[in-house]
């Protein structure tokens, strides 16, 4: 055993070390999850860049009550991400989430004055805010 074990550490010693190209470092980041980009507060999007994202502020009770405690509640367009939705956050309040939580909420099917129908489902989001920040909902 110690024939081989000293082979094979002669043979890695001889071989160059080979420098990564970049669509491979790329890659690797990519896949790890350093590569992310976070919006700084200093450099706001382009205007109107974000303006489909949120929809509107879901007024509700649970959403009031939790609006206290610091996580606002809005609807959000079907396709959103949580990546666009805390950019168009801050694009649109000026502060930068602590973090965005999203569910979907299911088509229901009514029964109407003897008409069937469904009302649509749609995405909604909790956003988040750092300690001690606050929104003003109108």
């Not at 959403?63 to 405690?69: C, L, N, P, R, T």
Request: proline share 7%; aromatic share 6%.
């Amino acid at each position: 055993m110690s024939i081989l074990s000293s082979k094979t550490k002669e043979s890695k010693a001889k071989v160059p070390a080979k420098p990564k190209a970049k669509a491979a470092a790329s890659k690797s980041s990519k896949a790890t999850g350093q590569g992310k980009k976070v919006v700084a507060p200093n450099t706001a999007p382009q205007k109107g860049a974000y303006a489909h994202v949120l929809l509107a502020p879901r007024v509700t009770e649970k959403a009031a009550f939790s609006g206290e405690h610091g996580a606002y509640v809005f609807t959000v367009a079907p396709g959103a991400t949580k990546v666009d939705v805390k950019k168009a956050f801050f694009h649109v309040y000026g502060i930068l989430p602590r973090k965005v939580a999203m569910t979907r909420i299911p088509k229901k099917s009514t029964f109407i004055r003897g008409r069937r129908g469904t009302k649509s489902g749609g995405k909604k989001a909790v956003v988040y805010l750092p300690e001690g920040q606050k929104i003003e909902i109108v």
